[in-house]
């Protein structure tokens, strides 16, 4: 429908084209009614800046001071264990877990309740599914041990297990980390990694080891049938004598 443009009364023009208007441009209407609307949302309330992210920065960093000033000269972290992460993508790297099992400290020798006490974290959950992670923590456990030094509570009090004078005062270096002095390394070297080997160097009677598996399984497949083939030839054979 066009726009009405008789020469009628002004009214009546005046009405014919705005209803002309509105029935040619409805969406330009709509549009027009929406952005009217979005610009009373107050939007500039709801902005978000990050401005004080300096600030921020220096706030943690003065945090971790005051941190490492209260605890002092106990470290900032605790040990944690060696774990394996899971599925089959993952668990060829190795991390940080929860804490260390109860056999674990039992096998290092730690009381569960004076782990706590000593900068250890314990995990009651967690099982040991394998030997060598047993055997690993374990060695982790005793490696730091063996470098702990223990204040007594109370000045001139030593009781079972605190360091001895000696060491007290032979203090060289504090470490602030634990982590940094007991690493948990990730990255797989030539020694861990599987090496080719020349034939020179094959043990004895391993020669030809692909060509005597796949003899074996040939044999193993069809083992029935030949069984059956040898005796129908026998069946045979005593057929020809009678």
Request: net charge positive; aromatic share 6%.
């Amino acid at each position: 429908m066009a726009i009405i443009t008789s020469r009628r009364s002004s009214t009546i023009n005046r009405f014919n084209t705005t209803v002309g208007i509105l029935i040619l441009l409805p969406s330009l209407q709509f549009l027009t009614f929406g952005y009217l609307i979005d610009f009373r949302k107050d939007w500039q309330r709801r902005v978000r800046v990050h401005f004080d992210q300096p600030g921020r920065k220096l706030r943690r960093r003065n945090a971790r001071l005051s941190k490492a000033a209260s605890v002092a000269p106990r470290p900032v972290d605790k040990l944690r264990p060696v774990v394996r992460c899971p599925t089959l993508k993952y668990n060829r790297r190795v991390r940080a877990g929860r804490g260390f099992t109860l056999a674990e400290l039992k096998e290092a020798g730690i009381p569960r309740a004076l782990a706590p006490t000593i900068g250890i974290c314990v995990d009651t959950r967690r099982q040991n599914l394998s030997i060598e992670s047993l055997t690993e923590n374990v060695a982790r456990l005793k490696a730091y041990r063996s470098r702990l030094i223990l204040f007594p509570r109370k000045a001139g009090q030593h009781k079972n297990g605190d360091s001895e004078k000696k060491e007290l005062k032979d203090l060289e270096k504090i470490v602030r980390h634990v982590h940094h002095a007991h690493p948990i390394k990730n990255k797989v070297t030539l020694e861990d990694a599987f090496t080719e080997i020349k034939k020179d160097d094959m043990p004895e009677g391993e020669e030809a080891a692909y060509r005597r598996l796949r003899e074996a399984r040939s044999e193993a497949r069809l083992v029935g049938v030949r069984e059956k083939r040898a005796k129908a030839k026998s069946d045979e054979a005593a057929a020809a004598k009678k």
